[in-house]
């Protein structure tokens, strides 16, 4: 009679928290977002939670049928943030969690020791960004909290660079680069409606920005750069797609250079990818970068690409073959830069092409799941995925 052979049971999955401030639509927010959504679910007990319950991506983030805790706090000093924190051990401890994953500066200073001290096996924080909008003290803090964890992620080796200088650990820095889900920006179909609604010409150049208005993301310089423009390329549009605390400031710079026909505010929007398709080229002129997702959305729809030489963007465009990087601070060499492009079609397409296969080689969120997973499965001692 042959041996029966013993039936092999799957490992348990393993309990993993990740914490972020909101699901409003934000670089962070959206890798968090696709990060969960692509999460391999027979592996990992995933429980998404947040300090602020609203955004744009709650309804992508509502798919997923997981635990979504609210941990609601004021000021990171105030009594009522001391008790999310104890809500917060309470929950580490109920639920068993293994892996404490934090994202920003709010989240790690928040949630890092509170996972220390309620005994989480691995605690991960992440940081995105070169600090450049944080106090003094606030970078110090952090810097101290990070200590508390195992490991700190990073998603460029520019910012990897910026904390080893400040002070952190080099050994507990790992780099794992941005991903996009690149079936989103695929397609080819023109939509003249999008342009009648934001009263646009059927013809019109388009040259976009997507950014958060704030004072780091140098739009001032991309103004300044549209109206150095303007006489030569009278047909072309400047749209700036986001919003934030600058926009006011921002809008009267654009009426002060003479830009209210040239330049158009969308606001916040949702169909990034509609938008990719009716544009001619997408300009990042960031004072201070990690790893920009709208530069990699606009490279895997085929648009040209051009971006100031600073943090994460080298890591992304191959000057000169894959986009062309500029100066920071340098409205005349960016306004050159778009002008090579509206010029020369045939350059166009060749970086926008470069692009588009750079992107589908190296940041597919394919990819960047498969390497996160690897490092959770390393810091708690389970078995890869085959």
């Not at 955004?55 to 943030?81: C, K, S, W």
């Not at 293994?98 to 020791?113: D, L, M, R, S």
């Not at 924080?125 to 970078?139: C, H, V, Y």
């Not at 939509?191 to 019109?204: D, F, K």
Request: aromatic letters at 6%; hydrophobic letters at 45%.
């Amino acid at each position: 009679m042959p041996e029966r052979q013993p039936i092999k049971s799957s490992p348990p999955r393993i309990r993993l928290l990740k914490i972020l401030t909101s699901f409003q639509i934000g670089g962070t927010e959206r890798q968090v977002t696709n990060l969960a959504l692509g999460l391999n679910a027979s592996r990992f007990d995933l429980h998404l939670a947040c300090l602020r319950n609203f955004g744009e991506l709650l309804q992508d983030v509502m798919q997923l049928r997981v635990p979504r805790p609210v941990f609601n706090i004021g000021r990171l000093y105030a009594p009522r943030t001391l008790w999310q924190a104890i809500r917060l051990v309470r929950y580490i401890r109920r639920n068993e969690i293994q892996i404490v994953h934090t994202y920003g500066f709010y989240p790690n200073v928040f949630a890092v020791p509170a996972a220390r001290l309620a005994g989480a096996g691995v605690i991960v924080a992440s940081i995105r960004d070169r600090g450049d909008i944080l106090t003094p003290m606030q970078r110090w803090i952090q810097k101290l909290v990070c200590r508390l964890a195992h490991c700190v992620l990073v998603n460029a080796e520019a910012i990897r660079d910026t904390l080893v200088g400040q002070g952190y650990a080099p050994g507990k820095i790992i780099v794992i680069r941005n991903g996009i889900v690149l079936s989103k920006y695929a397609g080819t179909e023109r939509g003249e409606s999008l342009r009648q609604s934001l009263g646009l010409s059927p013809t019109a150049p388009l040259i976009f920005v997507f950014s958060r208005l704030n004072p780091m993301k140098g739009l001032d310089y991309f103004l300044e750069a549209a109206a150095l423009l303007k006489a030569s390329f009278p047909e072309v549009r400047f749209l700036i797609v986001g919003d934030g605390a600058g926009r006011a400031e921002l809008e009267a710079l654009s009426a002060r250079l003479g830009l209210q026909q040239q330049v158009t505010f969308t606001g916040f929007r949702t169909d990034v990818p509609d938008l990719l398709r009716e544009a001619a080229v997408s300009v990042l002129p960031s004072l201070s970068e990690g790893l920009s997702n709208s530069l990699l959305e606009s490279m895997a729809s085929g648009v040209p690409v051009i971006a100031a030489r600073v943090g994460g963007n080298p890591e992304i465009i191959e000057d000169n073959v894959s986009g062309l990087l500029v100066p920071t601070h340098d409205s005349a060499a960016l306004a050159e830069a778009i002008s090579s492009l509206l010029l020369d079609p045939q350059l166009a397409v060749r970086l926008g092409e470069a692009g588009r296969l750079r992107v589908a080689r190296v940041f597919s969120i394919e990819r960047s799941i498969d390497e996160v997973e690897g490092l959770y499965s390393r810091l708690v001692g389970a078995p890869a995925a085959a």
